[in-house]
Structure formats: structure tokens, C-alpha cells
């Protein structure tokens, strides 16, 4: 008796590369202008879905280090959950190069991206208590910020509508912005423990799952582990899952960074996620059994 899903990434990945064109947004929408800038929302929506539904929704920050970067990071992650039912969207927010911004803007917008998918439920078949906030590096940053960081939220919005996402998802994450981490030359020394996660730990957070690579040279892998052991200690739910060896964006896919050529990083990454998500139950969970083939 074998298992059917022990081999489905490689069915996955010939799949993949077949239809790497196809990832694609459903639609686009404008949830903020700021800097003179329409900043958008890339949504992924699942097979039939309508606006009556009420589907958990996963909002994905790309990493740059807040000074460049783009939503198409987050593409294929972002069709991968939405055909397991999800709503996923691939969030654009301001950075350096473009809005000659800060970290502190980036986090705003991230926060009101959160808000204002809350906001549409409704009007978008999603359920504002299912709102997950993921995000790679600095994304992961903003993602977290959400989560764990109060304040800096834009004050023409409806503050009685939260920022905070109900779980995190977090992708080698700046998690400390002191000098023991990274991006404190961009906050300023002044303002070090502002935005840092690890320096904000309370009880009361929100459920995270965090993937780090051992071998990151950007954000040290010490970092998320001292924010896990101190999200546990305050009684949070916190998983954290490390890749052994792996480097500074080992969860990308192929279709951001076409030159990958070992992919089972990515199709971990997204199976650890999806298993995360059913186990808080934003996705159903699967009868094992209906996997099970029987072989010679």
C-alpha cells in the first residue's frame, strides 16, 4: 500500500510547469492611494467562487528589503491556495525606490490592506474572520507588523474595523529590527524597536506559522527562533519550521525565480502552510484514506 500524496509535488510540478503562464490574477482592485500611488490588491479567486460565499482569504507582502519588490512573488503561492478553495491576493504597498518611503509606510499600507479586505467581505464572498497575513522577508515584516505591532494605522480609515489578521503565515520574516537583525540603517537607530516584532511579544497574538532557512545570511535564523520561544512562553500558538541549509528566499517558486531548480523548498513551504491552515481550520481537512492506492 502506497500513498498517493507522497508523490503528488512531482505530479504538482510537472503541472507547474506546464501552466506557468496561467498565474495570473482574477482581478485587481485599489485599496489605498498614497504617494500619488493607486496601490493594488492581485486576487486569486477559486474556481466558482461568488460573491455570497464567505471563504478564509490569505493576503501575501513581497519582500525587498522595503525598497523594491512586486506582488508577482506571491503569484504562484497565491494559485496554489486558491485551488484549494481560498481566496488569495498578492498585495502591492509602497517602498523606497518607487514612493521614496519607509518601513513605517510599508507597514501602514500593510495594515490597511488587512482593513480593507475586511471592509469588502461582503461584497467579495470573504470572511472577515478568516483573514490570514503572509509575506516573504520584509513582506513578512509588514505581515507580522500586523499582527504583533499596535498603532500606525492611517487615521482617515474606520479605525473600528481591524488591521489585525486572524493568523500569520511568515516567509523568512524580519522579525528583529535591531542591530542583532535586520533593516535597522532603514528604521533608524533612534527608532529601532518600533516596528520589532521580537520586541513586542505578548499574550493574546495570533496563531503563526513561521519557515526560516538555518543557513539565512540576511535575517539570522536566531531571530525567529528567540520570537518563537517567546511567542510560546506569552501562550501563543507558534509553530516554527526550519529548513536545514537553506538560504535567504528558499521558499520562492520557480515562476518568480525561473533559474530554481530544486523546487521541493517551495512545495514543503506550501504543504507545511496548507497543513497550518487546516489544523486552525481556514481549510478543510483531508480524508487521508481518499489518497491510498494499492500497488504490487
Not at 76 to 104: C, H, N, W
Not at 189 to 202: G, Q
Request: aromatic share 10%.
Amino acid at each position: 500500500m502506497h500513498s498517493l500524496k507522497a508523490i503528488l509535488p512531482t505530479l504538482v510540478f510537472t503541472a507547474a510547469n506546464l501552466s506557468a503562464s496561467a498565474f495570473e490574477p482574477t482581478t485587481t482592485y485599489v485599496y489605498k492611494h498614497a504617494s500619488d500611488t493607486d496601490l493594488k490588491l492581485h486576487v486569486f479567486n477559486p474556481q466558482g467562487h461568488a460573491s455570497t460565499d464567505r471563504r478564509p482569504v490569505i493576503v501575501f507582502f513581497f519582500g525587498g528589503g522595503w525598497n523594491s519588490g512586486t506582488p508577482a512573488q506571491f503569484y504562484e503561492q497565491s494559485q496554489y491556495l486558491a485551488d484549494l478553495g481560498m481566496v488569495a491576493i498578492s498585495a502591492d504597498y509602497r517602498v523606497k525606490s518607487r514612493q521614496g518611503t519607509s518601513p513605517f509606510e510599508s507597514v501602514a499600507d500593510g495594515k490597511s490592506a488587512i482593513r480593507w479586505v475586511r471592509q469588502n467581505a461582503d461584497r467579495f464572498g470573504i470572511d472577515p474572520e478568516q483573514v490570514i497575513a503572509s509575506g516573504g522577508s520584509a513582506g513578512g515584516h509588514v505581515a507580522a507588523c500586523t499582527g504583533v505591532i499596535a498603532g500606525y494605522d492611517e487615521r482617515e480609515e474606520d479605525l473600528t474595523l481591524s488591521s489585525v489578521p486572524n493568523a500569520m503565515v511568515l516567509f523568512n520574516p524580519v522579525i528583529d529590527t535591531t542591530e542583532k537583525g535586520y533593516g535597522v540603517d532603514r528604521v533608524g537607530y533612534d527608532r529601532k524597536l518600533e516596528l520589532s516584532p521580537a520586541h513586542h511579544v505578548r499574550p493574546g497574538l495570533v496563531p503563526t506559522l513561521i519557515l526560516h532557512g538555518t543557513a539565512d545570511t540576511t535575517v539570522p535564523f536566531e531571530n525567529v527562533d528567540r520570537f518563537n520561544q517567546l511567542m510560546q512562553a506569552a501562550g501563543n500558538d507558534s509553530e516554527l519550521v526550519s529548513f536545514e541549509g537553506k538560504g535567504h528566499g528558499f521558499f520562492n517558486g520557480s515562476f518568480f525565480r525561473p533559474q530554481t531548480k530544486d523546487r521541493g523548498p517551495y512545495f514543503d513551504s506550501m504543504t507545511k502552510t496548507e497543513t497550518f491552515l487546516e489544523r486552525l481550520g481556514f481549510l478543510p481537512r483531508k480524508n487521508t484514506t481518499d489518497f491510498l492506492i494499492d500497488t504490487p
